[in-house]
Nanobody, 124 residues
């Protein structure tokens, strides 16, 4: 069974930095896309950053130049480095992984999984 565990959220002042982590565990054979989403109170969940297994990245316009998504394949972990944080970045951040898992290599299947969410609050 695949589990995603997020960490790294917290309270930070405007202009500060945080690094979120999302570690996947279980019988995982391949990870395709790794995404970070966020959802602020009263708003829809939005895609913040994406990273494919070929290394291509994509960012929401609101975070370009401030956030960086990266991955450690050996640890099945995706990171989101957030710099120059603004109050409008306040939200619950979720990772979403598109991956293959299963009982064994010949009984594997592809699906997407969500992390539990981690709160990021940017406030003075």
């Amino acid at each position: 069974q695949v589990q995603l565990v997020e960490s790294g959220g917290g309270l930070v002042q405007p202009g500060g930095s945080l690094r979120l982590s999302c570690a996947a565990s279980g019988n995982i054979f391949n990870i395709y896309n790794m995404d970070w989403y966020r959802q602020a109170p009263g708003k829809q969940r939005e895609l913040v950053a994406s990273l494919t297994n070929s290394g291509s990245t994509n960012y929401a316009d609101s975070v370009k130049g401030r956030f960086t998504i990266s991955r450690d394949n050996a640890k099945n972990t995706v990171y989101l480095q957030m710099n120059s944080l603004k109050p409008e970045d306040t939200a619950v951040y979720y990772c979403n992984l598109d991956l293959e898992s299963g009982e064994n290599y010949f009984r594997r299947y592809r699906s997407t999984y969500w992390g539990q969410g981690t709160q990021v609050t940017v406030s003075s």
